[in-house]
């Protein structure tokens, strides 16, 4: 694995924000914490959000599904309640290919809520996991809870630099984000069946230490845009590209560097007056002058199995934020 899931942990200060309001949304849809529901997190990663689900429902089930096998190791030694449960899965392949435990669990009593943090965008087909997430959800009353994230890279693409320019046109099949979104809506409209979809665009950003976010947290999103590299290029050209790419995504993401004077704090500090949207690192200086603020561009998605017009304060559409 090319990242360090204890260190994703600690660091995953992007994420954790729109986790928190994800969290805060299924609060808000009058949902009794004392009741043993069944928490489907998909893309559970190292299990940060499963923890924020097991502490903000106390009664209920968390069952955390993530393709890479290092970080459902870690989230089982991260979240170690006997509520919470862990299982390598590719979310990408059909609901019938899926694990045999988890296909029996799941039988045997479908999902209350799904929940998936900063992780669907990894799936690059949204109707295959659209039936699953049809498979699992209870019917009428389940409730979906999700964001995408997307990054419109090519809007700083130096138009004068026809090298890169050239390199871009012929290797890259990058989605716009019309499209990209679009999909979503329509696998979950459509193949999910889900009903009331409601749809919210914002930007939350967060502070990094500039060195750790430019040379190792960077390679993560990377890794999500060299998927749009074309098929069966050489070692070589693959390489040039993710260097425009990893170029691109900071030109990109970063929105300011903040300045630490010689004891380690700000010489201007407002990292903490936008609550989870703003999230600021306290604890892994390992020795930096400098932090900075990235941007992020977040699509969240909350949606109902049930079409019953709603009523009264269970509407969904209640008070979200």
């Not at 070589?236 to 704090?265: F, T, Y």
Request: charged content about 25%.
């Amino acid at each position: 694995m090319e990242f360090d899931p204890s260190k994703y942990s600690t660091t995953s200060f992007d994420s954790m924000g729109p986790a928190l309001q994800l969290v805060k949304m299924i609060q808000k849809q009058n949902v009794d914490i004392n009741q043993p529901l069944r928490i489907v997190d998909l893309g559970c990663g190292p299990g940060n959000s499963s923890k924020l689900l097991a502490d903000a429902f106390p009664k209920s089930t968390i069952i955390g599904l993530d393709v890479v096998y290092e970080m459902i190791e870690h989230a089982k030694k991260n979240c170690p309640n006997d509520r919470c449960k862990f299982f390598v899965q590719d979310l990408s392949k059909p609901f019938d290919e899926w694990q045999q435990e988890i296909k029996e669990i799941l039988y045997t009593k479908s999902a209350d809520i799904i929940f998936s943090n900063y992780a669907l965008q990894w799936i690059f087909d949204p109707f295959i996991l659209g039936d699953s997430i049809k498979k699992i959800l209870t019917p009428k009353t389940g409730m979906f809870f999700a964001n995408i994230l997307y990054s419109d890279i090519l809007s700083v693409v130096d138009k004068n630099d026809q090298h890169e320019c050239a390199m871009l046109e012929r290797y890259l099949r990058y989605p716009n984000e019309q499209q990209f979104i679009s999909d979503w809506i329509f696998g979950l409209k459509n193949r999910s069946q889900l009903h009331d979809i409601w749809i919210h665009y914002w930007q939350p950003r967060s502070v990094y230490p500039e060195k750790y976010y430019r040379e190792s947290y960077v390679k993560i999103p990377l890794k999500w845009h060299e998927h749009f590299i074309v098929n069966d290029v050489s070692a070589d050209i693959h390489a040039r590209m993710s260097e425009i790419l990893k170029n691109l995504i900071l030109k990109k993401r970063v929105k300011r560097i903040i300045p630490r004077n010689m004891n380690g704090k700000h010489d201007e500090c407002d990292c903490n007056v936008n609550g989870n949207n703003h999230v600021k690192n306290g604890d892994n200086d390992d020795g930096e002058v400098n932090d900075i603020e990235i941007e992020q561009q977040v699509w969240t998605i909350v949606a109902r199995s049930s079409n019953d017009s709603c009523m009264g304060e269970s509407c969904i559409y209640k008070n979200l934020f």
